[in-house]
């Protein structure tokens, strides 16, 4: 995954902070250039990083609100 060293870099580096989906993505590519594939190469990384039990994901109640997620 193209992303997933960038991804787990951040998280991992404050293990107690929530974060959201727009603020990975602002990390890693500052520019608004290629902003969509990038969102969606994130969302990938952490689908994985969900499964295998690294990261904890925090649905959000309202709707349209996304997901938070943190260094487990």
Not at 22 to 38: A, D, F, G, L, Q
Request: no cysteine; proline share 3%; net charge positive.
């Amino acid at each position: 995954m193209k992303y997933a060293n960038e991804v787990i870099e951040l998280l991992s580096a404050y293990p107690h902070k929530t974060f959201r989906v727009k603020t990975i993505v602002n990390y890693i590519n500052p520019k608004k250039r290629e902003r969509r594939s990038t969102t969606r190469q994130v969302q990938r990384v952490l689908e994985s990083l969900a499964e295998t039990g690294n990261i904890e994901v925090k649905a959000r109640d309202k709707l349209g609100g996304g997901a938070e997620y943190k260094w487990s």
